[in-house]
Nanobody, 123 residues
Framework: QVQLVESGGGLVQAGGSLRLSCAAS????????MGWFRQAPGKDREFVAG????????NYAGSVKDRFTISRDNAKNTVYLQMNSLKPEDTAVYYC????????????????WGQGTQVTVSS
């Protein structure tokens, strides 16, 4: 099973931007449809965005649509999440995981997660 490593989180003011990265560890490649998920304190993990392996198809949660953009560079085995116009309610730990289809909103391996990357948005 591919180990995923998330990075790029940090502390940002409301209205700011961050770009998260999800990479496969070692020589593994991300030849899968991929999704970003997040978990805020005291809340369940939720779907944020998904992308097909070809990058032709993307899908977003309503709360982030028009603010976040998911993309990928298959040559670098990396999936990105560009987050603009950040809001305090976007504060969460962000994770990536495989998804079964480009429109899936659930992770393929719900018990297997990386360490995630913390995003904190101050008001």
């Amino acid at each position: 099973q591919v180990q995923l490593v998330e990075s790029g989180g940090g502390l940002v003011q409301a209205g700011g931007s961050l770009r998260l990265s999800c990479a496969a560890s070692g020589r593994a490649s991300l030849t899968y449809h991929m999704g970003w998920f997040r978990q805020a304190p005291g809340k369940d993990r939720e779907f944020v965005a998904g992308i097909s392996y070809s990058a032709r198809s993307t899908n977003y949660a309503g709360s982030v649509k028009d603010r976040f953009t998911i993309s990928r560079d298959n040559a670098k085995n990396t999936v990105y999440l560009q987050m603009n116009s950040l809001k305090p309610e976007d504060t969460a730990v962000y994770y990536c995981n495989r998804i079964t289809t480009p429109t899936s909103t659930t992770p393929l391996f719900p018990r297997s997660w990386g360490q995630g990357t913390q995003v904190t948005v101050s008001s």
